[in-house]
């Protein structure tokens, strides 16, 4: 690269950087012989509808090479830059990517098991449903939960962006790019004709997947079957799906950083019919009962343990 060009871009990294700094949350968590930490970016308001939150990791430790990573309604853009990650998917089928790779991943009903040799750094970028069909410019029942490269979806403006985040020199500044990167092509790529459609996913996750479907059908002024084709089609999961997700999302967190005082509360909290009803979704969604999944997690946000 010629001086003057790595001059503008470091220029131009500082001056993003120093936008995100009261948006990023630190953990480092340091305890022999697993350690991680990771970097948290919340969007902005502008981002806040179609970006959950993009976070650069890096992690070392025998205990963390398999990991179960849990559905949550989003699409993820994965971009690995430690050593290779194996990801097993919902079909048991095996990924790999190389150092460096991007990738994108569809929402998922079922957890996937990430694999590494005990060590590894990389970005995880959660978008929304919204988000990703603005990013992506298709529907998202085209992809569904694949894997796939993001220079197969993207052409080469995903090469240009992963090589600048190699470059980088923080995760800070690597996540400051990425943001910059997905608002330009979000923002590009409004489309007035799917924005009942937004409306719709943004009224589900505030009310945490408990809007019953005929309300959301009134609230954005169609039909139910209209909708479920509509939202299917677009985002790539059902409206009654996507719920469903959004329900075991909510009681995941509420489980991990809130108080539970009985599994039966939560799951009243959560707008399951019952405690039972509550563990077959998270036999569904994590492989384990309530319970058992608790017995896999690992503190400080550091996910959970295949």
Known sequence: ????????????????????????????????????????????????????RATAYTVQGAGLSRQRELPNGSAVLVFN??????????K????????????????SDSYVVTETDG???????????????????????????????LADLLGSRAYDVLERIVEARSPVARLALLEAAIEARIMEADDRSARDLERAW????????????????DAV?????HLAVRFDREFGLSPKLLARIM??????????????????????????ADQAHMAREFVAMAGDPPTALLRRSLPDEGGFID
Not at 221 to 225: A, D, F, H, P, T
């Open 81 to 90: 830059l430690g050593s290779e990650l194996r990801v097993e998917d919902t």
């Open 1 to 52: 690269m010629r001086p003057e060009v790595d001059s503008h871009r470091r220029f131009a990294d500082i001056r993003l950087m120093s936008n995100l700094a009261n948006r990023i949350r630190t953990v480092d968590h340091r305890d022999a012989p697993d350690s991680w930490r990771m970097d948290t970016l919340a969007p902005s308001n502008t981002l806040a509808p179609f970006l959950r």
């Open 92 to 107: 048991g089928r095996r990924h790999r990517f190389s150092n460096p790779a991007a990738f994108y991943s569809g929402p």
């Open 247 to 272: 329900r075991f999302d909510r009681a995941i967190r509420i489980v991990r950083f809130g108080n539970v005082t009985t599994w039966s509360d939560l799951a009243a909290e959560c707008g399951y």
């Open 202 to 217: 943004n009224l589900q996750h505030v009310r945490g997947g408990r809007m019953p479907i005929s309300e959301l059908a």
């Open 119 to 149: 060590a590894q750094e990389g970005i995880v970028v959660e978008l929304t449903l919204p988000g990703a069909r603005r990013l992506l410019g298709r529907p998202l029942n085209e992809l569904r939960d694949s894997m796939i490269s």
């Open 221 to 225: 002024g169609c039909s139910r079957k």
